[in-house]
């Protein structure tokens, strides 16, 4: 007996589609798009979910503009090339960042494909309201033949069905880290499916100081407000949290003022921060402090932990524990961070330093780093994901002569 | 460093007021201070790094945790007399504290006078609410074992009441009571061992023994017992109902603070004695909590040299209820403990699969 239960669509108790294959969509066809964007409809009007800003920001991203632009972009990318679904997608969602599997499923289903998510059962609030907006929808006559499309469920991770739907999956996409893609990737997949698997990853942000130094107390202030939204959110763990800051032109006056500004947004901010989440920090600095060369700054509370240090420290961030702490080094040439940065690195978010400038950068050759950003929008979803284009990934070419 | 000895000639551990205590305690912390600075590396680097330094110092509590991930002692090795691990049931690392002979001696001299104030100058038969392996098997039940070879020296005619398989020994304990019926013993055991395999085996027995010149020392959490909805009064109420024991003590103490331990009054509330003091701080801002206010327990204690363990920050919650001024008399702050605190939630997107 397998212990499995079925939470998108509603309606089903048996879960024999499962294992059912179903025919492809068009990428980006008119019923798909129609029902992203009532799901963002639904999100943003709905007054229980405006206190969650990471829906949001989901519902911003599924608008119909915004969902007609990937469609440009996808169609421009593929001009001229056949592009169809993979066939069944098999995604295993993280447990916290309770909006990933949303656009994991959300890209996969305008793909065209036939999906199934596998929920973690330590998902928070936000899933299960976004669980019920599915549900809603599946349940409106326009959009019930989308339901074998869009499966969820919810099993115990040592069940023979995470082997039963992985030998069924055309593509499966693995997130939450290394040590769950090493127990999932040894339950096989068929020989002609892939798997896309999403690692641990750090973030970090690059301030040019002087830019900082000549903004308005309103100004920083606005700076520091973005700063906090993507290292504070989700308890600064998700993969594109900053957790070092790296200065370009800086000086201790400008970097004492950023800070500043940092905790006044703090305080500002719904952190859920716990008294276990500074005893970890603490347990952080001071081994830290007792391994490498580092001094720990003051601030206002410990809310904020900035520890000083040099560029062969600043990024030991493998036990780094989030809830605010941020490594801070500075350098003169974006050049001295080349060296460092490896496959770990995901985003880096930035402010003063002009885009051309770290594209001259990056195009100088380096071994990591997927994605820059400006300061505030390092949370943000892209189709583009670990440097991987979901919309390639998860369709297939065939080859007309 | 000028010797503690003068504190152990004090005649109970509960005699000083809030400033005679802070005016006799404070230098001694001091010399901790500048004796752990000199002669531990790892809590120099710590001590170098916060900000303010060496002149913050005494604001600086080093988590407990800290004694998991490192080597931290300022003795060399030639010096350590023992190392004492905590529990390592769950955990994979166990906390390791080294102990020289000065340490070794002060502990066991705090030991015997907080615990002569409950029991007297003599030692009394000591009925064990354990097996006898326990004390044998080091890996396993290492803080069970520890606490038992602690208060081991407080007993004589040590009798243990559980056999190999956790029975009731009916026969032990029967010899003990006919011996010892109308004299003081000492009844000791963790608090859950005493509930799960002394209380409920009697009550499932229907059974009741006698002992009422016994006093029960007992401790080790009361997380276990939290569970099945068993407080502090119930438990008293059960034991007086079942083994006639009117005193009942818990105490609190940690393997990083060894000697200094904090034993209930019979008012219900634990006591700091004079070689140590409680502090209750909000680790949001490592600032002291007013009285009757919960928050993490940190602790000091005059007793180690051989560690930086003067000052530490535990992972238990606490209220302290008031200084000087507990209806038992006792001088010096007394406080409750309401367990541990809350594991960290798992949040972000690593590895959310493995660790379900």
Excluded at chain 1, 90 to 114: C, E, K, Q, R, W
Excluded at chain 1, 339 to 364: A, H, M, N, P, R
Excluded at chain 2, 69 to 82: A, C, G, P, V
Excluded at chain 2, 100 to 117: G, P, R
């Amino acid at each position: 007996m397998m212990n499995i239960q079925m939470l998108v669509p509603k309606q089903t108790i048996e879960h024999k589609n499962l294992f059912k294959k179903f025919r492809t969509l068009a990428p980006f066809s008119d019923g798909v798009i129609e029902f992203v964007s009532a799901f963002s409809s639904k999100i943003l009007v709905d007054q229980a979910l405006k206190k969650y800003p990471e829906l949001i920001a989901l519902g911003f991203w599924m608008r119909k503009s915004s969902i007609r632009h990937y469609k440009e972009i996808f169609e421009s990318k593929n001009e001229g090339r056949i592009k169809l679904a993979r066939g069944t997608v098999f995604h295993i969602a993280p447990s916290n960042v309770d909006t990933i599997f949303i656009y994991s499923l959300f890209i996969s289903l305008l793909m065209g494909n036939a999906n199934i998510v596998r929920i973690s059962q330590h998902s928070g609030k936000q899933t299960e309201l976004l669980i019920t907006v599915l549900n809603e929808l599946l349940g409106e006559s326009q959009f019930a033949h989308l339901q074998n499309y869009i499966q969820l469920v919810s099993f115990d991770h040592d069940s023979e069905i995470l082997t039963k739907l992985s030998a069924s999956c055309d593509a499966r996409v693995i997130w939450g880290g290394d040590e769950t893609i090493a127990l999932i990737t040894r339950v096989p997949i068929p020989p002609k499916a892939i798997d896309i698997k999403f690692a641990n990853k750090y973030s970090f942000t690059l301030l040019n100081g002087k830019s900082i130094a000549v903004l308005t107390n309103d100004e920083r202030n606005i700076l520091a407000k973005k700063f906090v939204n993507d290292s504070y959110s989700f308890g600064q763990m998700a993969c594109s949290s900053p957790r070092a800051v790296i200065w370009i032109e800086s000086n201790a006056i400008v970097r004492k003022q950023f800070w500043e500004a940092v905790e006044r947004q703090i305080d500002r901010f719904d952190h859920n921060l716990h008294d276990v989440d500074f005893i970890n920090k603490l347990v952080f600095e001071y081994g830290l402090a007792i391994e490498k060369d580092i001094k720990i700054c003051a601030t206002g509370s410990n809310k904020l932990s900035v520890l000083w240090t040099d560029l062969n420290t600043v990024f030991d961030l493998d036990a780094h524990c989030g809830s605010g702490l941020f490594l801070e080094s500075k350098i003169t040439s974006l050049h001295e961070l080349s060296s460092l940065l490896t496959k770990d690195f995901q985003t880096v978010s930035y402010y003063g330093i002009e885009k051309e400038q770290l594209i001259d950068w990056i195009s100088s050759g380096l071994n990591g780093i997927d994605r820059l950003v400006p300061v505030g929008q390092a949370l943000d979803f892209y189709p583009v994901w670990d440097g991987f284009d979901l919309s390639e990934f998860l369709t297939r070419e065939v080859t007309v002569l | 460093m000028k010797s503690i000895e003068d504190i152990f000639q004090l005649d109970s551990p509960y005699l000083l007021t809030k400033d005679q205590k802070k005016k006799m305690l404070d230098p001694y912390l001091h010399d901790l201070d500048n004796l752990h600075y000199e002669k531990c590396i790892s809590y120099r680097k710590i001590v170098d790094a916060i900000p303010g330094g060496r002149n913050k110092q005494s604001d600086l509590y080093l988590p407990v945790r800290l004694f998991k991930n490192f080597d931290l002692r300022s003795i060399s090795s030639d010096q350590i007399l023992k190392t004492l691990t905590s529990s390592g049931t769950t955990s994979q690392q166990v906390s390791k504290i080294y102990i020289d002979k000065i340490t070794a001696i002060n502990q066991t001299k705090a030991l015997v006078k907080i615990m002569q104030h409950y029991i007297g100058k003599n030692r009394l038969p000591m009925l064990i609410i354990d097996h006898p392996n326990v004390i044998k098997d080091r890996t396993l039940f290492s803080a069970r074992g520890a606490g038992i070879r602690g208060l081991w020296t407080f007993g004589r005619n040590h009798t243990y009441a559980l056999d190999n398989e956790m029975n009731v020994d009916d026969d032990a304990i029967d010899a003990f009571i006919e011996k010892f019926k109308h004299q003081k013993s000492i009844i000791f055991g963790f608090t859950f061992m005493i509930w799960k395999y002394f209380i409920q085996e009697l009550e499932k027995q229907g059974r009741t023994i006698d002992l009422c010149n016994s006093i029960v020392f007992h401790s080790g959490g009361w997380k276990k017992l939290q569970d099945d909805a068993v407080d502090n009064e119930t438990f008293k109420s059960k034991v007086k109902q079942l083994t006639e024991v009117s005193h009942v003590h818990n105490f609190y103490g940690m393997v990083e603070q060894v000697g200094t331990i904090y034993v209930e009054c019979e008012k219900g509330y634990l006591h700091a004695p004079i070689f140590s003091d409680v502090k209750i701080l909000d680790p949001a801002t490592m600032k002291e909590r007013p009285h009757k206010q919960s928050g993490v327990i940190a602790v000091e204690s005059i007793l180690p040299v051989s560690y930086p363990g003067h000052r530490l920050l535990t992972e238990d919650l606490g209220t302290v209820m008031g200084e000087d001024d507990c209806e038992c008399g006792k001088k010096g702050k007394y406080f409750l403990i309401h367990g541990r605190l809350k594991k960290a939630e798992i949040r972000g997107c690593s590895d959310t699969y493995a660790v379900e």
